[in-house]
């Protein structure tokens, strides 16, 4: 198992770089997000020695310069500094809680009920049932057909050289759940987790889990981290054994 430091280090440096985003890595992260994905900027992953008012004045001035009107920074207690208190005297609106979970792979235990099946997704068909169960939970635009055929070639070879995978389960033979996987320096960084509403609380999420675990084990990873949200997906780490590491808080800010 990783140290605290590590787990809340990791923590801060998982980004994710949608395909077509702009980005920028300095002393903190910017991600300018595409339209699908409701454009917009990301930051994260403090690491200056200039004063959070200096950092956050950048992280602005880069927002606007790609075009954007709308800032959305994560932060992390491993930030340097930290921005939050900034944020908040500027205005910024709270919008979302993360909670960092992780625990050594061997100490998790996923009870999963008989009628979640959970595959390793390795088909242009089972890609295209991803997204719509994507489409079904976060709104966003399905993705035309050379983008299902981008997604299942980032699959295929994540799969081929052992560094990531994704997984969809099924209730009564209908895709329902789905979510992604990443290994990195012997973390596996669980992503992406969606289930269609009308499917919750009947353990579909929890075969996502149970797969995505048993599968980055096989790729060499020790110690899964996952950022729950507190309102969802949270109460049932924790009651498989994930540990709270702390929380990570979205705030809004328009530029």
Same mark, same amino acid.
């Given at each position: ?6 787990v ?21 992260q ?24 200096? +950092? ?12 954007e ?12 500094? @930290? ?5 908040q ?5 709270? *919008?979302d ?17 008989? @009628?979640?099946?959970?595959?390793i ?13 994507? +489409? ?14 981008t997604?299942?070639?980032?699959t295929?070879?994540?799969?081929e ?5 994704r ?6 033979g209908?895709?329902v ?16 987790a969606?289930?269609i ?38 109460p *049932? ?19």
């Amino acid at each position: 198992m990783h140290t605290r430091t590590d787990v809340l280090r990791a923590s801060a440096e998982w980004v994710w770089l949608p395909r077509g985003c702009d980005h920028e890595t300095t002393d903190l992260q910017l991600v300018r997000y595409p339209a699908r994905f409701g454009g917009g900027v990301r930051g994260s992953r403090v690491e200056s020695s200039s004063d959070a008012a200096s +950092v956050l004045d950048r992280a602005i001035e880069k927002t606007r310069v790609w075009g954007e009107r709308e800032l959305t920074f994560w932060t992390n207690e491993s930030d340097i500094p @930290d921005l939050e208190q900034e944020l908040q005297a500027r205005g910024a609106e709270h *919008i979302d809680t993360v909670a960092v979970f992780a625990q050594a792979i061997a100490g998790i235990s996923v009870p999963v009920p008989e @009628d979640a099946v959970a595959e390793i997704i390795r088909t242009e068909a089972q890609i295209r049932r991803m997204d719509a169960v994507n +489409v079904a939970v976060w709104g966003q635009k399905p993705l035309d057909d050379e983008g299902i055929l981008t997604e299942l070639a980032e699959t295929t070879r994540a799969l081929e050289d052992r560094s990531g995978l994704r997984v969809l389960a099924a209730l009564d033979g209908q895709p329902v759940s789905t979510g992604g996987c990443t290994v990195v320096d012997g973390f596996v960084r669980l992503w992406g987790a969606a289930t269609i509403e009308s499917a919750r609380g009947r353990g579909s999420y929890r075969a996502v889990l149970a797969e995505r675990l048993r599968a980055s084990a096989e790729f060499g990873a020790t110690t899964a981290i996952v950022k729950g949200r507190v309102s969802t997906s949270a109460p *049932i780490l924790a009651r498989v054994g994930f540990e709270r590491f702390g929380d990570e808080r979205a705030y809004r800010l328009e530029v």
